[in-house]
């Protein structure tokens, strides 16, 4: 009798040293999570594209558009909803920043970077003529 519950006792005993490490590591992993999570700050810049500027946040051709400012650090989101009538996008050539495909006229786009260096720069629409037209912005890195 003894003997039988030690045999049957041991791949329980097993069993459950597994699913301990398993269950450890499966919370070591959600709190690892949640840690780089909070630890890495997130901006969320939302864009409408438009061959005119009629709205609060504009992109368009007549060069008021929005400027924008984060910290070093910072993981950058930036969606583009294109509210006109041609294609659109986003490019930052000196962060190496494209948002691809081009967005199609009613449909958004995203694009997420890392705020790597510090500076000034410029947001623009690579599609040919737009930026000429103005459709373009700085975002600001601050050090
Ligand atoms: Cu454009």
């Given at each position: 009798m003894s003997s039988a519950s030690t045999k049957s006792?041991?791949?329980?005993k097993l069993i459950a040293a597994a699913g301990i490490v398993f269950v450890g590591a499966l919370v070591g992993?959600?709190?690892a999570q949640q840690y780089f999570l909070?630890?890495?700050?997130?901006a969320e810049i939302t864009l409408f594209a438009t061959e005119k500027n009629q709205n609060?946040?504009?992109?368009?051709y007549n060069g008021t558009n929005s400027a924008f400012t984060v910290r070093t650090g910072t993981l950058v989101q930036v969606t583009l909803f294109n509210t006109g009538v041609v294609m659109h996008d986003f490019v930052i050539d000196d962060l190496a920043v494209h948002l691809l495909p081009d967005v199609e006229p009613s449909h958004s786009g995203t694009v997420t970077f890392l705020a790597s260096r510090a500076g000034t720069y410029t947001y623009f629409c690579s599609i040919p003529g737009h930026k000429e037209l103005?459709?373009?912005?700085q975002?600001?890195?601050?050090?």
């Open positions: 006792s041991l791949p329980l992993g959600l709190l909070q630890v890495i700050p997130k609060d946040k504009p992109y368009g103005g459709m373009q912005g975002l600001t890195i601050l050090g």
